[in-house]
């Protein structure tokens, strides 16, 4: 989608003004409302024209603190979609000036991420997600792009930020409020230097934004009692960029 219609989609502006944060939208490439950010995983025959969207990133953020005042050892990235995808290669180009990242139902697009240290993530997926289901590409996915599946993807960040294997579960709604059971599985760093993997996981959700109401029927069902921003915040407010970055 656009940067524009992301404000809608995603309600960030309102969390924005609750908790005194700034929220940055991004546009990708594209004309209309079909845009795309250069996750990897393109097909051919757009590879070779991909736009180096990370080094568009940097030139964002050196530009903030000319129009904002940025605090930049607390600068995060969240998406939805194709905008995860994004976020999980920012985490691995950017790990010096992205302190953590939160992706909405977008599995990660490249292979071989070599980011300079852990870097912390918050993980949203519904099992029903017919778009970017959890276990990779299948025929309803865009065939323009390739990704891992959830637990890959999740698997090689545990690697890389040095978790635990066992998660802490708990269970975040209730039967007699939401239809849908929401569970959050927290993988704890065992070394110093490590960092959290945390899935939030809606059984029965689909391509959605938890806590928004999905404006397409087909992007199937989203949790209402469970906010992604509100969560989201309490992540990031957890974590800032080490010493030294």
Known sequence: MTAHSMVDFSGLNESA????????????????????????????????HKPDDVRYVVTLL?????????????????GMSNGGMMCYRLAAE???????????SGTMAIREPRPQRAVPILHFHGTADRIVPVGGPARRSPSLITFLSLEETLA?????????????????????????????KTFSPSAPDGAEVVLVE??????????????LWFMGKSTHTVSA??????????????EGW
Request: aromatic share 8%; charged share 20%; with cysteine.
């Open 17 to 48: 003004d609750e908790h005194g944060f700034v929220a940055v939208y991004a546009d990708g490439t594209g004309s209309g409302p079909l845009q795309t950010f250069n996750a990897g995983g393109l097909a051919p025959h757009l590879a070779k």
């Open 202 to 215: 809606i059984e029965g959700g689909g391509h959605t934004w938890p806590g928004r109401r999905p404006p």
């Open 94 to 104: 950017l790990s010096d000036r992205i302190a953590a990242i939160a992706p909405v």
């Open 62 to 78: 050196n530009d903030l603190p000319r129009v904002a005042r940025i605090d930049t050892r607390r600068v995060y990235a969240t």
């Open 229 to 242: 921003n509100q969560l989201m915040w309490e992540f990031f407010q957890r974590h800032t960029l080490p």
């Open 156 to 184: 090689i960040w545990r690697r890389l930020n040095r978790c635990h294997p066992a998660p802490l579960i708990e269970q975040l709604t209730q039967a007699e409020e939401d239809e849908l059971v929401v569970t959050r």
